[in-house]
């Protein structure tokens, strides 16, 4: 268990919906960094967030956007969700924000668009 | 931006033997070089890491070389068990400009350790 923890663990909605994922950091980790890995897919960096605020954005779409609130745990919002948006999306932790701090993930959110 | 490519795709070893996955990426300023180990519906889980001021590194079965000239780092791992079938990837990070940092994964290889 790396304590990192993510909710729901699955998630199953239609086209057109819209769903937000939460995440919980470790405790002490300032940094929330988002990924989507798709079916036989590697992990692609989505966004990053540290203390609260934005760090860096990768490739996320425009119908995507996450936050940190001021008790650090994130959520990342997926809007008008298309059948390719079926992935599973992982949150990871690490205790600063640079990305050469280790990163330490969630169990992951499955996300089946039907 | 960084691009980091991982070879092979697929990998089958016979219990007991050694597997290598090799890694190469683009970026000279990456310094920071983490393998994961994601099992069937698992979280990617960190087994080892290398910072670009050492050569190699090893932790029991598992290694690490990087090769900063060459572009490219590998993993090593010896005396093979079932348990080590998973994906591993690898990563590359660097430490550029304040926001401009990224951990760039590499597509995965499947290893499948045969009894």
């Known amino acids: 268990d790396s304590g990192v923890t993510q909710t729901p663990k699955h998630l199953i909605t239609a086209t057109g919906q819209r769903v937000t994922l939460r995440c919980s950091p470790r405790?002490?980790?300032?940094?929330v960094y988002w990924y989507q890995q798709s079916l036989d897919q590697g992990l692609q960096f989505l966004i990053q967030y540290y203390n609260g605020e934005e760090r860096a954005k990768g490739n996320i779409l425009e119908r995507f956007s996450a936050q940190q609130f001021p008790d650090l745990h994130s959520e990342l919002n997926l809007s008008s969700l298309e059948l390719g948006d079926s992935a599973l999306y992982f949150c990871a932790s690490s205790v600063g924000p640079i990305r050469t701090d280790t990163q330490y993930f969630g169990p992951g959110t499955r996300l089946t668009v039907l | 931006g960084e691009n980091v490519e991982q070879h092979p795709s697929t990998l089958s070893v016979q219990e007991g033997d050694s597997a290598v996955i090799k890694c190469t990426y683009s970026d000279s300023a990456s310094n920071y070089f983490p393998w994961y180990k994601q099992e069937l519906g698992k979280r990617p889980q960190l087994i080892i890491d290398i910072r670009s001021n050492v050569g190699e590194k090893k932790d029991q079965r598992i290694a690490v070389t990087l090769n900063k000239t060459a572009k490219h780092f590998s993993l090593h791992i010896t005396e093979t068990q079932p348990e080590d079938s998973a994906v591993y990837f690898c990563?590359?990070?660097?430490?550029?400009?304040?926001?401009?940092?990224?951990?760039?994964f590499g597509t995965g290889t499947r290893l499948t350790i045969i009894p």
């Open positions: 405790s002490g980790d300032l940094s």
């Open positions: 990563a590359a990070s660097s430490l550029v400009l304040l926001g401009n940092e990224k951990l760039t």
